[in-house]
């Protein structure tokens, strides 16, 4: 269905050009839009035109014209004028107006063909088939963005994306959810992993800039057959829910840079726990203070190297080497060792992925 306003804004257009009044009813007679501020006409003419046979009827000055949709009166549209091209004007403003439904029922089948295709509710045999009737290429190499964003309820993500990405382009921006947005983008053959990762950067510049709100975009690999969407958009939200555990701190997400914590994500639960209680037992590192979290993050950042973690964290190199062996008394873990040190880092990235999961049960 056709929005009123976009109606609305239709009939200006043409009035401006014409200098002819227009005003569009449903089929009940309830006034859509009107170029004349009111209406005189009583909803019981309208009513009474839209079931009869005839497809146009004049009455005085106003000629009523039916808006038809596959065959059947979706909107009756009255024409009032004294001039002789007043019926020609309104044939025109008829013919605008069934072009606006199928593009808008186009838009919607498509929107409504790839929430299922992502969704994976379609048969193989219907993806091909839909595809070509909404002329929907079926092998062209494409990947899903998934956004995150708190505003999509209000429709705004979604319209700044849409004017962002274009279905001429092959990009279709459609949701499954209140709560995240998803783009279909179409990819040049020769693309490379920057080009994605600059894509998902732009859209959160775009997205904290123009709509004023953080976002989260991760994306999946890139599928070379429509069938394959829903291969790409599973991955990108893995991508999404792995980076909130393992990488919070990070805007953007790709599948193909998910490391250890995607191989982590998909352990058992009961297997996670054996793995923290035979590294530290009754010592659960459950909340390291900000001091202890920046020395490992910068220690393991630059390669356990000592000297150079001191240097950035402007400490001394005892007072490091002094917190690297407080770790190791209470853990038994020397973090200097590499062997040792990776299983530290490991358990860590265990025990963030248990605290996640114990959120998500409450």
Avoid: W
Avoid at 134 to 147: C, D, K, T, Y
Avoid at 228 to 250: P, Q, T
Avoid at 308 to 314: A, G, I, K, N, P
């Amino acid at each position: 269905m056709i929005s009123n306003q976009i109606i609305q804004t239709s009939l200006d257009e043409l009035k401006a050009i014409t200098k002819v009044d227009l005003e569009v009813f449903d089929t009940s007679g309830t006034l859509l839009a009107t170029t004349m501020g009111h209406s005189d006409i009583a909803p019981e003419l309208i009513s009474g035109f839209a079931d009869s046979p005839a497809n146009s009827q004049v009455i005085g000055t106003q000629h009523l014209l039916k808006v038809l949709d596959d065959g059947k009166p979706m909107y009756i549209l009255v024409a009032t004028g004294m001039s002789e091209d007043v019926y020609m004007v309104g044939k025109v403003t008829v013919c605008q107006l069934q072009n606006l439904i199928i593009a808008y029922r186009e838009r919607f089948d498509r929107n409504n063909f790839f929430q299922n295709l992502l969704l994976d509710n379609l048969l193989l045999v219907d993806i091909y088939n839909k595809a070509k009737k909404l002329r929907i290429e079926a092998v062209l190499p494409r990947v899903v963005f998934l956004i995150e964003t708190k505003m999509e309820r209000d429709g705004i993500v979604t319209e700044l994306l849409k004017g962002m990405f274009s279905a001429q382009s092959g990009d279709y921006v459609t949701s499954v959810d209140e709560d995240s947005v998803i783009l279909v983008k179409a990819v040049e053959k020769e693309y490379t992993a920057e080009d994605l990762q600059a894509v998902a950067d732009t859209i959160v510049s775009l997205l904290n800039s123009e709509a004023l709100t953080n976002v989260k975009v991760a994306y999946g690999t890139v599928v070379q057959e429509l069938k394959d969407v829903s291969k790409s958009y599973k991955e990108a939200k893995m991508a999404l829910d792995v980076g909130k555990i393992f990488y919070a701190e990070r805007n953007v997400m790709a599948y193909s840079s998910l490391g250890i914590g995607r191989l982590i994500y998909q352990l058992p639960v009961n297997l996670c726990r054996l793995f923290i209680e035979e590294i530290f037992g009754d010592n659960l590192p459950s909340e390291l203070d900000e001091e202890t979290q920046n020395t490992l993050s910068k220690f393991f950042e630059n390669n356990l190297n000592v000297s150079e973690t001191s240097r950035q964290l402007f400490v001394h190199r005892n007072t490091l080497v002094y917190r690297i062996e407080k770790i190791q008394k209470n853990t038994g873990l020397d973090l200097r060792n590499f062997d040792e040190a990776l299983t530290f880092k490991i358990a860590l990235m265990v025990v963030n992925y248990m605290k996640y999961l114990d959120s998500q049960e409450y």
